[in-house]
């Protein structure tokens, strides 16, 4: 079997502090598209559509600090959730021509265990792009943190940071179809309109305009917040605290405004926590990929008759990789970031 160009996306070395460009690399290799004898439970992979997701800050860190002990290796590829086409299987689960999502590198072909693989795609009636988003681990983790951790009760006020983002964008949709009101923070007029016109927001804070979170907040919510579902901590998660309503509940899905900080912002309202018998609670998306038939069939159906919409900010090429990824730290993707590396 003849050797065939194989692009990747390298990690120079351990990042501090905001991640750059130049903090990455494209590199030409090659490989052999054929198993290496006694391959059992690996599998060749054509790697199609990559996902660019917030965690992946914590994995560039030098693992004597992260908070992730999977960190990256400096000098390899990066890694991250993907959708690939199998080109050979070394497990009876997936033979050649499946397309299936989980975890896979940077690169355009990847030796992969079978165990990275999370769930081989059925449903083809919808872009496969989706399986990095909606109907991947974003989507998950939007129904999870929203339904299982959340646990909403119609009727109850919903409030979403990082909202117009590959998980927010969902949580508020789900919340508005299970009779909650939605109010949903952004960081530019853009995202803001998105939140109100697109994914039916009943309203949206330009949180980079606002002078006062706290005053902003009680003036959405003169009851209170039943739930916030939380994506970017700090500041925002300290003004929440003071608006909570009692037994309200914060499913605590990330905190990207500390990701690329060397000091941590402190959260000084945590009192409010035990005053009002709130829970606050950490999760993690693999915990639930258990309920993920549950969950395509509730989502499925909304997609196709068009009462979920997602929206996808496409890059195309792998060298559009590091720009991409350091792009979402500063907001400039519009809804998903997904990379394109080939369309099958």
């Not at 199998?86 to 050649?96: A, F, I, P, R, T």
């Not at 690169?107 to 009636?125: C, G, M, R, W």
């Not at 003169?222 to 909570?244: H, Q, R, S, W």
């Not at 309920?291 to 009462?307: D, T």
Request: with cysteine; charged share 20%; proline share 5%.
């Amino acid at each position: 079997m003849a050797e065939v160009k194989n692009k990747r996306v390298i990690l120079k070395d351990y990042v501090s502090g905001f991640p750059k460009e130049s903090d990455m690399t494209i590199v030409d290799s090659t490989i052999t598209l054929q198993l290496p004898e006694g391959s059992d439970n690996v599998v060749l992979v054509k790697n199609l559509y990559l996902s660019c997701d917030p965690y992946m800050r914590t994995l560039m860190s030098n693992p004597q600090g992260s908070i992730n002990p999977r960190a990256y290796t400096p000098q390899s590829p990066i890694a991250g959730y993907g959708v690939s086409k199998v080109l050979e299987s070394g497990h009876k689960d997936y033979k050649e021509g499946d397309l299936v999502w989980g975890i896979t590198n940077w690169e355009e072909y990847s030796l992969i265990p079978a165990a990275q693989i999370h769930f081989k795609i059925v449903n083809k009636d919808v872009p496969l792009s989706y399986y990095t988003g909606i109907l991947g681990m974003p989507g998950m983790t939007a129904y999870a943190g929203f339904f299982e951790v959340g646990s909403p009760k119609k009727g109850e006020n919903v409030f979403v940071s990082a909202a117009s983002g590959a998980v927010g964008q969902l949580v508020g949709q789900f919340a508005k179809l299970h009779g909650c009101y939605v109010v949903g923070s952004a960081g530019t007029k853009e995202k803001v309109d998105l939140l109100k016109n697109k994914f039916g927001y009943d309203e949206a804070i330009n949180y980079k305009e606002e002078q006062d979170l706290n005053a902003v907040l009680k003036r959405h919510f003169p009851e209170g917040i039943d739930i916030y579902f939380e994506n970017v901590g700090g500041k925002t998660l300290d003004a929440v605290l003071l608006n909570m309503r009692l037994n309200g509940r914060i499913p605590v899905c990330g905190m990207i405004s500390q990701y690329n900080l060397t000091e941590h912002e402190g959260v000084t309202n945590l009192a409010h926590i035990i005053y009002k018998r709130i829970l606050l609670k950490g999760f993690i998306v693999v915990d639930f990929y258990h309920l993920y038939p549950k969950f395509l069939e509730f989502v499925l159906p909304h997609i196709r008759e068009g009462k979920v919409v997602y929206v996808e900010d496409i890059a195309e090429g792998l060298e559009k990789g590091p720009e991409a990824l350091v792009g979402i730290f500063k907001g400039r993707n519009v809804g998903k970031q997904v990379l394109v590396v080939a369309r099958e």
